[in-house]
């Protein structure tokens, strides 16, 4: 059978994570979110032409981050460490690069801790840059890798931007509410 199978990484960012197969992993989300009481994000999606090639990746990923497994498909630790993890294992087998990967900025403005997670974003983007900048200095082809830096170096300071509205909108909201009484009228 061929087709669209997707090999994917769903969790909430404090963890765990689950590594599954599925042809559709918008779907497989909403499953995942109906059983979980924290908000659930696709951290990275692999496709692969056909469902025992993704599969067999599946079975490969399960067996090498063993020590990590919580339970059945979910696997433990800090998740921007296992999702780095996974995808170089999975580049490392030959497998293909992620369709969809961590970096999304919308997931920590939908989300209701979006403060917390923002937190998160902060230092996963802070860590990428971190990677991106070894390759840059260390590879011989690192002046590719650029691009990339740049973007990185965008999305920390957008992410820095909502951390500060989120401690602003704090400190206002911790004020205490002025009544009309108390008003300054403008004079006339």
Known sequence: M???????????????????????????LTQVQTGNATAQEVFATFRFANRREAEAMEALLH???????VRGEWF??????LVEEVIKAIGEAGGPRPARNIGRREFSRRSPGAAKENDITVARIEHALE???????????????????QRLERELGD?????????????????PLATASSQVKPSE
Do not use: C, Q
């Open 131 to 149: 990677i991106v900048a070894k390759v840059m200095i260390t590879h011989p082809l690192g002046v590719k890798a650029v691009p990339i830096f």
């Open 2 to 28: 061929t087709g669209r199978y997707f090999l994917y990484l769903i969790g909430s960012a404090a963890g765990p994570i689950k590594i599954g197969v599925s042809s559709d992993v918008n779907r497989r």
């Open 159 to 175: 992410a820095r931007s909502r951390e500060a509205a989120f401690e602003r909108a704090r400190l206002i909201a911790s004020r």
């Open 63 to 69: 067996r090498t981050f063993g020590a990590w497994r």
């Open 76 to 81: 433990g630790g800090e998740p921007h460490k």
